[in-house]
């Protein structure tokens, strides 16, 4: 198989960062990521009084990457971490961090944030987003969801507290938003905090903004997994979201058909250009049985997300079927995942197959 930057990613995801505890993608320690000719070069940008300790780190993210395919050399560089530019006396934060408020700790709580993300609108991806998180909180982890989709929020419907209000309280001395529950899941979306649950109109860095608060203003607490379901689309409110936010790691949404999985690569590439590794691809809307006579039927296509999971070399996690009690069960605000139905089942497996 060709080499690819998600790979490469993930690969370095596998080792941990021996000062922060974090993945070395996570951490941010990777300064940058070139391939050439065979030959891929990664650099490793770190606090120069720590250098003894990664030693070992330097051996092992070089084995990793070496053992890629289409990689035929691999070099890895530890540079010392460059100070951030002093403004007027105060350091100024890396750009992804420019909208986190002073003294924020909230996200030493939430140990991994995994964006749910689609090239195209009305894929299922938000459908996806919700049952994923519920058959993960059934597994026994800590989950919150975050509907990031500003212009159409679909989180208060999915779960069936459409029309409610967040509330605010007071945390760690901050006034913060109180996430909302259901369905064993925290919950947070725009649709929460407007009067109606129409569209919102908001533009570039007004919504970037709102998102962004959404994140680092609401109450979550302790959460093993933060679920962004991001707004659909490859621009660059979307690449300014993945920027800002990092998420640890992407799992891409597309139904079978072309156009879908076109759009599908234009995401692996857009998280791929600011570092984020893509975990893999979600099939959905992949098969419908009759419910009559029970012959299946590709409406969308069949066998194209597998091989185009394959020729991006990211995982293929899986596929849910196209069925009644998915639409149904999302428009009366009951995940499927939630029961115990076949459908439940298929999205536990999802879920252990995306997030494990
Ligand atoms: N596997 C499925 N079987 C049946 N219906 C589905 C399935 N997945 C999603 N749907 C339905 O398709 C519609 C679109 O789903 P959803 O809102 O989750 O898509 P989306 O990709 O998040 O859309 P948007 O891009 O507009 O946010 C909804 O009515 C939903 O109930």
Not at 216 to 230: H, R
Not at 296 to 316: N, T, V
Request: glycine share 12%; net charge neutral.
């Amino acid at each position: 198989m060709p080499y690819s930057e998600s790979a490469a990613l993930r690969a370095l995801q596998t080792l941990t960062d021996p000062v922060g505890g974090k993945d070395l993608v996570t951490a941010g320690l990777l300064g940058s990521l070139n391939f050439e000719d065979g030959t891929l070069r990664a650099v490793l940008q770190i606090d120069p009084a720590q250098a003894a300790k990664y030693e070992n780190t330097q051996a092992e993210a070089q084995a990793v990457l070496a053992a890629l395919d289409g990689v035929e050399k691999a070099s890895v560089i530890l540079s010392a971490h460059k100070a951030a530019p002093s403004v007027g006396g105060r350091k100024r934060p890396p750009p992804h961090q420019a909208r986190r408020p002073e003294g924020y700790q909230g996200d030493t709580h939430v140990k991994r944030v995994i964006a749910v993300s689609s090239a195209k609108g009305g894929v299922g991806k938000s459908t996806m987003a919700i049952n994923l998180a519920v058959a993960l909180a059934k597994s026994g982890k800590a989950v919150g969801v975050l509907d990031a989709d500003i212009h159409g929020p679909s989180a208060p419907m999915l779960l069936g507290l459409s029309g409610e209000r967040a509330k605010t309280e007071t945390a760690e001395g901050r006034r913060l938003i109180k996430p909302m529950q259901a369905h064993g899941i925290k919950a947070m979306s725009i649709g929460f905090l407007t009067e109606d649950d129409g569209p919102v109109v908001w533009r570039g860095p007004m919504v970037q903004g709102a998102i962004s608060r959404m994140v680092w203003d609401v109450n979550w607490g302790k959460l093993d997994v933060l679920i962004i379901d991001m707004p659909p689309g490859t621009g660059d409110a979307q690449l300014g979201l993945a920027q800002d936010i990092k998420p640890a790691g992407a799992i891409i949404v597309s139904t079978p058909q072309d156009l879908a999985l076109l759009d599908a690569r234009k995401g692996v590439r857009m998280f791929e250009k600011v570092g984020i590794p893509v975990l893999g691809l979600i099939e959905n809307m992949a098969v419908f049985t009759c419910p009559d006579c029970g012959s299946q039927h590709h409406i969308f296509g069949e066998g194209g997300a597998k091989r185009d999971a394959e020729k991006l070399s990211i995982p293929y996690l899986g596929a849910a079927p196209l069925t009644m009690s998915i639409r149904e069960s999302g428009d009366s605000g009951k995940p499927v995942a939630a029961g115990d139905s076949a459908e439940a089942t298929l999205f536990s497996n999802l879920a252990e197959a995306a997030f494990n």
